[in-house]
């Protein structure tokens, strides 16, 4: 790493400044996974959620954290997302949350990914809450980036 490029010449916090970089089609995957138990997973199963449908409020809460990661990230840029989807794939005791998203512009979007990931999870665990207090969230990794000048990038496992 040659130059902090968070920090100005006096060693002040400021926006990397990205004008002069060429915008081209940036995406980015992430997930996490949040760990209900097979109790808790049966429950989920069998649709008897305290807080009714889990999983397309998860899936609005994912997006609407990817729209926002600038609003909770101090120095992200505010991008033009053009995708954002989340997805979630029940195992027997956890719940893999993977989310997708897209632009096309100077930087990548690898915290709006990150971003839609944890709200999602953060969400089911809200909606969860009631049903088990040892829940938790981990994993939360970036799985794979395309676009920019640091290239591609994908993860060698999943915990799917």
């Known amino acids: 790493m040659s130059e902090l490029t968070h920090l100005d010449n006096?060693?002040?916090p400021r926006m990397v400044d990205v004008s002069s970089k060429q915008e081209t089609l940036r995406q980015a995957e992430a997930e996490a996974v949040l760990w209900v138990g097979s109790e808790v997973m049966k429950t989920i199963r069998d649709g008897r959620t305290p807080k009714g449908n889990i999983f397309e409020t998860a899936r609005i809460a994912g997006v609407m954290g990817a729209k926002r990661t600038s609003d909770l990230i101090p120095l992200c840029h505010p991008l033009n997302i053009t995708h954002a989807s989340v997805d979630m794939e029940l195992l027997d005791d956890r719940i893999v949350i993977h989310s997708s998203v897209r632009t096309?512009?100077?930087t990548g979007v690898e915290m709006?990914?990150?971003t839609a990931a944890s709200v999602a999870g953060l969400t089911l665990y809200d909606m969860l809450k009631a049903l088990?207090?040892?829940?938790r969230i981990d994993?939360?990794?970036l799985l794979a980036k395309s676009g920019g000048r640091s290239g591609n990038?994908?993860?060698e496992t999943s915990h799917g």
């Open 132 to 135: 088990s207090k040892e829940m």
């Open 112 to 114: 709006e990914a990150l």
């Open 104 to 106: 096309r512009g100077s």
């Open 139 to 141: 994993g939360l990794r």
């Open 10 to 12: 006096e060693g002040l």
């Open 153 to 155: 990038y994908r993860a």
